[in-house]
């Protein structure tokens, strides 16, 4: 009779079960594009904790052997803040390098605002600018405002300025933060620039 309780028990447990407990729901592998998605809302932490770190293996090996960049970024983020692992900041930024080096943007950006601001990494804003240039490049908003920001208090070099003038005076957002933020760039960047390099940077993103 106890061996055929103990066996009910490992069943319900199987099935997802514990006693007292709620069913235990199997957490379906986000696909590349919801997690870019949740990337660039800067959610895929959450997202992790959220689904009670169920996916931890399957991420790291989608890092690790797949070697698919969103996830080598979202692995890496989850060792460099201990998120559902054991923190490891510095293989935490050895994937998201992995992931920058593939191209991803959200990889690029984050890597070129730790440096910019010595987050995990020793402050080095000159080098920051380059992750962030190549960023920005790709269409990241985020990277260039930083971009931006970082040429109007002397860093860089000014032949950047058109380029960034070029892309922020193109970019689209319904925050009314973040608009005011590009509109105070882009009016600090027209009195570092010559007003025919204004006027060539007003051309349409893709002319």
Known sequence: MKQLIAGFGLLLLANGWAYGSEPLKAVQLYSQDELINLINKNQHLARVKADDCQLVQDIEARADTLKIPAYQFLWGDMLAWGVCVEKEPERGIEYMQMAADQGLAAALEQLGRYYANGILVQK?????????REASALGNQNAQIQMAELLINGLGNPMDYEDVYHWL??????????HRKIANCLAKLETLM????????KRPLDS
């Open 124 to 132: 080095d804003p000159r080098r920051g600018l380059i992750f962030l």
């Open 169 to 178: 005076y193109n970019s689209v957002t319904a925050d009314q933060v973040t």
């Open 194 to 201: 010559h007003p025919k390099a204004v006027r060539a940077a």
